[in-house]
């Protein structure tokens, strides 16, 4: 656990950027191999879409990284948080007890609040237009929600009080895990649902993407699972049924054109969830 420490507390731009690549890859490569759909779709073009878009995430997050730097070190240096006026635990309880609550703040309860202020809505709106759901959808994100949810991941870090290199571990697993539940793979059922009591499990966050409601409004969650099920989110649906997308752009020319996704948080709503 040390070395873990250790290596997170000094981890370099290059090795996050190639946890970034390698897990799409990873990835990728199962997807097509072991696919959960046979999607008729193209997958390069659709990929440079979902690319172009984690780009501009990257982005965000290194221009506005010091403030991440900054409320890190506040917190530690001021013992300031959760975190910070526990009792001295072992050090796997503290780091589990850490990123749990950061992927309470950071995560779930960031994705359900854009679900549910129809402001932030129109700029999440963008990642549940995708009509294929692959591992290059995990960062399918319109810079303007890259912003939303850098300030939730900054709440997270000042409410919880972590050091940085539990917010470099955290955001790391983040980044596998949603390629990982996104990821187009089949896993056996029984599996999944064995995941599903732990973890986001992929068949459990599919049914977040179905295309209408109540589903859409459930399975907020990234890494951990536990925050659905205590609160009353954790829905299921069988593959057979699912439907990607969203109902009110289900148009090719609204969801796989870079131009018009851009726009849509500046565009007339469609329905009275989104207005």
Same mark, same amino acid.
């Given at each position: 656990?040390?070395?873990?420490?250790?290596?997170?507390?000094?981890?370099?731009?290059?090795?996050?950027?190639?946890?970034?690549?390698? /897990? %799409?890859?990873?990835?990728?490569?199962?997807?097509?191999?072991?696919?959960?759909?046979?999607?008729?779709?193209?997958?390069?073009?659709?990929? /440079?879409?979902?690319?172009?878009?984690?780009?501009?995430?990257? %982005?965000?997050?290194?221009?506005?990284?010091?403030?991440?730097?900054?409320?890190?070190?506040?917190?530690?240096? +001021?013992?300031?948080?959760?975190?910070?006026?526990?009792?001295?635990?072992?050090?796997?309880?503290?780091?589990?007890?850490?990123?749990?609550?950061?992927?309470?703040?950071?995560?779930?309860?960031?994705?359900?609040?854009? $679900?549910?202020?129809?402001?932030?809505?129109?700029? $999440?709106?963008?990642?549940?237009?995708?009509?294929?759901?692959?591992?290059?959808?995990?960062?399918?994100?319109?810079?303007?929600?890259?912003?939303?949810?850098?300030?939730?991941?900054?709440?997270?870090?000042?409410?919880?009080?972590?050091?940085?290199?539990?917010?470099?571990?955290?955001?790391?697993?983040?980044?596998?895990?949603?390629?990982?539940?996104?990821? +187009?793979?089949?896993?056996?059922?029984?599996?999944?649902?064995?995941? *599903?009591?732990? %973890?986001?499990?992929? +068949?459990?966050?599919?049914?977040?993407?179905?295309?209408?409601?109540?589903?859409?409004? *459930?399975?907020?969650?990234?890494?951990?699972?536990?925050?659905?099920?205590?609160?009353?989110?954790?829905?299921?649906?069988?593959?057979?049924?699912?439907?990607?997308?969203?109902?009110?752009?289900?148009?090719?020319?609204?969801?796989?054109?870079?131009?018009?996704?851009?726009?849509?948080?500046?565009?007339?709503?469609? *329905?009275?969830?989104?207005?």
């Amino acid at each position: 656990m040390n070395d873990i420490i250790a290596y997170f507390s000094t981890i370099p731009s290059t090795h996050r950027s190639l946890i970034l690549v390698g /897990g %799409i890859t990873i990835f990728w490569l199962i997807e097509n191999t072991f696919p959960l759909f046979r999607m008729k779709y193209k997958k390069w073009q659709h990929a /440079g879409i979902n690319f172009f878009l984690t780009f501009t995430t990257i %982005i965000v997050n290194f221009v506005l990284a010091f403030i991440l730097i900054k409320t890190a070190n506040w917190t530690t240096e +001021n013992h300031f948080g959760i975190l910070q006026s526990l009792p001295e635990l072992p050090i796997w309880l503290y780091t589990l007890t850490g990123l749990l609550l950061l992927d309470l703040i950071g995560a779930y309860l960031a994705h359900y609040i854009q $679900h549910k202020i129809k402001f932030l809505w129109r700029f $999440h709106l963008i990642h549940h237009t995708d009509t294929w759901i692959d591992t290059t959808t995990a960062n399918r994100h319109h810079p303007g929600e890259s912003i939303i949810r850098f300030i939730f991941t900054t709440l997270g870090v000042l409410i919880v009080g972590s050091p940085m290199w539990m917010v470099f571990l955290y955001q790391s697993l983040s980044v596998i895990f949603s390629q990982f539940n996104h990821a +187009n793979i089949s896993l056996p059922r029984k599996l999944d649902v064995l995941l *599903s009591y732990f %973890i986001i499990s992929p +068949n459990m966050h599919k049914v977040h993407h179905h295309y209408v409601l109540p589903y859409t409004d *459930s399975n907020y969650g990234n890494i951990f699972s536990i925050w659905d099920r205590l609160f009353g989110t954790f829905t299921t649906l069988p593959k057979e049924e699912l439907v990607y997308g969203v109902d009110t752009h289900m148009a090719p020319e609204e969801n796989n054109k870079l131009k018009n996704l851009l726009q849509i948080p500046f565009q007339k709503s469609r *329905s009275a969830k989104n207005s």
